[in-house]
């Protein structure tokens, strides 16, 4: 009889004991969990920043390219060198106003295969801006300078100078050499089996979809 009811109560310390063992474990889980979350979350700060620069570097676009277009009617070149420095000002504006709203929308407490849903969304509008505002600059520089001389005198008769003929010329050839590079790295990037290239997403993308990885591995495991 004592020798039962000692049985019972080892079997039942047992159970107490790995129940505590199992509520250790997900507390730490949750703890570390929370952690890797919250290096995601500091990690978008950058980008975030970055972002918000980029939406006052568009309104401050807009506002020069309707300058320069709205003064220079009669003298084609100035005109659309104005009117496409105003699109690209408000490509800059949309696609970094997106980008901080997705950034804004992220819910931590949700559950990893929805916060890796999110961030993939948030990685397709950052290649997309990427494309739009970043590697266009090869170019667009040029037109920038063209649209603030159009904020002055200008002579409609004149030509284009020389210099910005041969500017244009070379960002053309930049520009293509920078999707030409993008297009090797993710070639690279397939074939090593790993996604991202030279445009499709930043350090900090990068960093945070591996962390959501570790998170969604240790969970399936």
């Known amino acids: 009889m004592d020798t039962t009811m000692e049985l019972d109560e080892l079997k039942n310390a047992w159970q107490v004991l790995g129940r505590q063992l199992e509520r250790q474990e997900a507390l730490?889980?949750?703890l570390l969990r929370e952690r890797k979350l919250e290096h995601v979350r500091r990690g978008l700060r950058p980008l975030a920043w970055g972002q918000a620069l980029q939406f006052l570097l568009g309104i401050g676009l807009i506002v020069l390219g309707v300058a320069c277009w709205t003064r220079n009617v009669?003298?084609?070149?100035?005109?659309?060198?104005?009117?496409?420095?105003?699109?690209?000002?408000?490509?800059h504006v949309a696609l970094a106003g997106i980008t901080l709203g997705m950034i804004g929308t992220f819910d931590y407490s949700a559950p990893v295969l929805r916060i890796q849903k999110q961030m993939a969304r948030l990685r397709c509008v950052y290649a997309a801006s990427a494309n739009v505002c970043g590697a266009p600059w090869w170019v667009m520089w040029v037109l920038v300078v063209v649209a603030f001389a159009g904020l002055g005198q200008v002579d409609p008769a004149a030509g284009t100078p020389l210099?910005?003929?041969?500017?244009?010329?070379?960002?053309?050839?930049?520009?293509?050499?920078?999707?030409?590079?993008s297009w090797l790295s993710s070639r690279r990037a397939r074939r090593a089996g790993r996604a991202g290239g030279l445009l499709d997403e930043s350090g900090a993308i990068r960093r945070g979809r591996a962390l959501l990885d570790e998170i969604a591995e240790f969970e399936r495991g």
Do not use: D, E
């Open 28 to 30: 730490q889980w949750q």
């Open 74 to 91: 009669a003298v084609p070149g100035l005109f659309w060198s104005g009117v496409l420095v105003h699109a690209f000002g408000v490509a």
């Open 163 to 181: 210099w910005i003929q041969i500017s244009l010329a070379l960002g053309v050839a930049g520009w293509l050499g920078t999707y030409a590079l």
